[in-house]
């Protein structure tokens, strides 16, 4: 097992704020409403309040854990279900991770062919954007929580955007109010959760921040943070579409930055999509980081060696991932297992540890 | 030979180790040497070039000439001779640097075990004169000149106490350059001095001949295009500089100084912002910072827009646009990078040349070229229009390195946005991000107040502050006493007084 990383490797506990926001709000963004309005219809945004507390109850439980454990998750693993069981479940956390870094790369490049290049190839984008996501996780996670604050302040010119179709919605498509019943608020709720995955990154980082716990506050705040964008771009899409046309656009933020006209510039998705490289490029970096950090614990591999390999790896994935089918296929896989992961095997290893430790204690 | 050295005991030099040191010295026609007269037991040796002749005049021979036969030993010299700055050594290599560096030497010849050097050098330095590329309007007009003396002076003087202190290096091998790290005990984070002394000890380089090269080999990260540490030619930016808790270095012969850590805001910082209003400084440094975007994107946003993304433009402007391309047989990319170039061409031909013929370059470049260039259709209007406006935004950066580094970063800009037009220069954009997330300025981040996030400091970053708000010195330097002054508390009275009272 490897000592706790040093002072100088280690960022200060507000960080995960933006740790947390730049990692929740992702690819998905830009596509959440139109999977929930078949659902929730303009009831999503009581959805998206039901995954976000259901959010904040899981980081909380998070916490708990690695407070008690006061290292990352594959020390935790190992010293409650041993060598052997816990180093297993630390490695499928990994590929979890991996998976999630694939998916992530594997839509923004798809963004990019329907939005602006058509003909571009996969592993070209991919190759290029695993080019960047090395030069940032080669400097460790001081550098990638860097770049967590600044995407987050790049970004909110992006989300000012949402002014414009604002001003031309219909207050009057939010109502009624409460007219879906609530077994489909919680399926569409269940929908969103997906969306607030990402947070299982604490899992790794934990140690690198200083005097940890005190992270708890800003992690938790950084969640709240997402919910308010995921709920601000909901509502202007509910006021925009009608609930019809909004389940028909497959990208409604993308639809929406089409129709802002200013006096220089039109057609903002063109900037807006090769802006949002700023937005998943942190999520890529934080996944490939843990996942990298997670074999260094488990295997004592040199994360320079693993980050290359599972770059490697991911272009190779997405190279090939080339039919839109299997990419669904994949991605309703790893949004099952990233359901497991946050609803079931969180609070499994919470009240595990529990246990664990009062029977301990007993001893 | 080792034998006859430990029999008469290592510190004195044996007098062939003196003799061979001043016939080596003489084979310059340059050192002199001599006696007063046949039977005199001591001779003077210096460098003609080196020594004021006339404190060697006045001070030293006429007083030797007066009572030289009554003295037997070194000492008794020294008490005599009114000069302040005098050592009485046996060592051969500090003998050596000594003449090297303009003293008098004096020995016995049948004993030269003791050897008395006075210094007498000969400064030559130029006038104080009018900073030239950090000019301003309002404020002090001194600057920098090449002697490290008249430069720690115009500091000392500004910063009246014995907490600023300074600490004399020598680096180079060849050209044992002295440097001095200049800071002040109590407001400076010790850790940063030491890392300044550290890092000027590491160096080995034969020749240390501007402040430039020793930038250059401290710097953290010395592939940068980055300057890590801010050249300056005022001393009042120095003293300001070192009450903020910064460390400065001198270097002998090179009329600047460098002061650090720095982040990169503080290259958007011209010192005159603090002459002006808070207000006033506030918007330029504002301008300064779009302008710096404006110069990187602007031409990479043409090319871009005009390669793949031409539905961004509005109709009127799209109109405008095409008229002024059309019949222009080269692509976006090629027609910019051309232009680029031009410009270059014309910076650099102007840099090289005397003052009043770079005038005429100006004009001829300028005026003759670009427009012959779009009468001929090789360029736009627009585009021509957009790279000079660039290039003037370049020059706006206070420091002057840094308007190199923003000119250089432009063309791995253009390049991308010929390629992959806007999302070229989003990958570009996050390359150029991740490098200056990685650097670091004396071991403190580059990037600070932004990352990490430092609220405190903003109040000098982006947007200048009045002087009565800005009561703590820059976190980012970790100073040992944060700060500045303690307000005074203010009246109660003013706020409860109505219209007419």
Same mark, same amino acid.
């Given at each position: ?123 070209? =984008? ?36 949402? =002014? ?176 497991? =992961? ?22 | ?86 050592? !009485? ?325 253009? !390049? ?86």
């Amino acid at each position: 097992m490897l000592p706790l990383p040093g002072e100088d490797k280690q960022v200060s506990p507000y960080l995960a704020f933006y740790v947390i926001v730049t990692v929740q709000v992702g690819v998905a963004i830009l596509s959440f409403e139109s999977n929930l309005v078949k659902d929730a219809g303009q009831d999503m945004w009581i959805s998206i309040l039901m995954a976000a507390a259901a959010t904040h109850v899981l980081i909380w439980m998070t916490y708990q854990i690695l407070n008690k454990g006061e290292n990352d998750v594959t020390v935790i693993h190992r010293q409650l279900f041993g060598k052997w069981i816990g180093g297993l479940l630390s490695f499928l956390f990994i590929m979890y991770l991996f998976m999630i870094f694939v998916l992530t790369l594997r839509t923004y490049i798809e963004v990019i062919q329907l939005w602006m290049f058509p003909q571009i190839q996969n592993w070209y =984008v991919a190759l290029i954007i695993a080019a960047i996501v090395y030069l940032y996780v080669i400097g460790g996670f001081r550098i990638v929580a860097g770049l967590c604050v600044i995407s987050f302040f790049l970004t909110i010119p992006l989300m000012l955007l949402k =002014v414009f179709p604002l001003m031309e919605g219909l207050i009057t498509y939010l109502f009624p109010i409460f007219d879906y019943p609530i077994t489909a608020l919680a399926k569409a709720a269940k929908t969103m959760a997906l969306n607030y995955s990402g947070f299982e990154i604490l899992f790794f980082c934990y140690p690198f921040f200083k005097q940890a716990p005190q992270s708890h506050k800003w992690a938790q705040l950084g969640s709240a943070a997402s919910t308010f964008i995921y709920l601000a771009a909901a509502l202007v899409s509910i006021m925009y579409f009608t609930k019809e046309h909004l389940a028909e656009v497959f990208w409604p933020t993308l639809t929406l930055w089409k129709i802002v006209d200013l006096p220089f510039m039109e057609r903002l998705e063109y900037l807006g999509v090769a802006l949002w490289l700023f937005v998943i490029l942190p999520n890529l970096c934080l996944y490939l980081w843990a996942a990298t950090r997670g074999l260094k614990q488990l295997f004592a591999i040199r994360q320079k060696k693993s980050l290359v390999f599972f770059l490697f790896l991911g272009v190779l994935f997405c190279a090939f991932l080339r039919e839109p089918a299997y990419t669904e296929r994949l991605l309703r896989f790893i949004n099952e297992a990233g359901l497991y =992961v946050m609803y079931i095997y969180i609070p499994f290893l919470y009240v595990y540890q529990l246990i664990y430790h009062k029977l301990r204690g007993q001893r | 030979m080792k034998k006859e050295r430990f029999k008469k005991g290592w510190r004195s030099p044996s007098k062939s180790e003196l003799a061979a040191l001043l016939e080596k010295c003489s084979e310059s026609s340059d050192f002199v040497t001599f006696k007063f007269h046949e039977q005199s037991p001591f001779a003077i040796s210096y460098y003609q070039t080196l020594v004021d002749k006339k404190v060697l005049q006045t001070s030293v021979l006429d007083t030797l000439k007066e009572k030289e036969k009554e003295w037997s030993t070194v000492e008794e010299i020294k008490e005599a001779v009114p000069i302040e700055n005098m050592t !009485i050594t046996s060592q051969i290599s500090d003998i050596r640097d000594k003449l090297m560096s303009g003293h008098i030497l004096i020995y016995k010849e049948e004993d030269p075990s003791e050897c008395l050097l006075i210094s007498a050098a000969n400064v030559q330095a130029r006038q104080i004169s009018v900073p030239e590329t950090e000019y301003t309007v309002v404020g002090p007009k001194e600057s920098f000149v090449e002697s490290i003396e008249t430069n720690v002076t115009l500091v000392r003087k500004r910063l009246p106490t014995p907490d600023f202190k300074t600490k004399e290096l020598t680096v180079g091998n060849v050209t044992k350059t002295r440097v001095m790290v200049v800071y002040i005990d109590g407001i400076v984070s010790q850790e940063n001095v030491n890392t300044v002394i550290q890092r000027i000890d590491d160096i080995t380089y034969d020749k240390i001949v501007d402040a430039s090269f020793i930038n250059q080999m401290i710097a953290d990260n010395p592939s940068s295009p980055f300057p890590q540490m801010v050249d300056t030619e005022r001393p009042d930016r120095v003293a300001s500089d070192l009450s903020e808790g910064k460390v400065a270095i001198l270097v002998d012969g090179s009329p600047s100084a460098l002061t650090g850590p720095t982040t990169l805001t503080e290259f958007f910082t011209a010192f005159e912002d603090y002459f002006t209003i808070w207000e006033m400084a506030t918007v330029f440094r504002l301008i300064r910072l779009f302008a710096i975007v404006f110069s990187v994107l602007s031409t990479p946003l043409y090319v871009a827009v005009l390669t793949y993304h031409y539905e961004v433009v509005p109709q009127d402007v799209l109109t405008s646009l095409f008229a002024s391309r059309a019949g222009i047989p080269f692509p976006p990319l090629m027609e910019a990078i051309i232009l680029e170039l031009t410009i270059e061409l014309l910076r650099e031909a102007g840099a090289r040349l005397p003052i009043k013929v770079g005038q005429t370059i100006g004009i001829v470049g300028g005026i003759v070229i670009g427009t012959a260039a779009v009468q001929a259709g090789v360029t736009s209007n627009i585009l021509l229009i957009i790279v000079a406006l660039a290039a003037l935004a370049s020059f706006t950066t206070p420091v002057y390195q840094i308007s190199n580094a923003v000119r250089l970063i432009r063309f791995p800009f253009l !390049i991308g946005a010929g390629l992959l037009g806007f999302f070229g220069i989003a990958i570009c954009s996050a390359i150029l991000l991740a490098h200056l997330l990685k650097i670091k300025s004396l071991g403190r981040p580059y990037l600070a107040p932004v990352y990490p996030v430092r609220l405190k400091d903003l109040k000098d970053a982006f947007i200048r502050l009045p002087f009565d708000k800005q009561i703590t010195r820059p976190m980012e330097l970790r100073p040992e006493q944060p700060f500045k002054f303690r307000p005074k508390p203010k009246p109660n009275t003013k706020n409860d007084l109505d219209i007419d009272e």
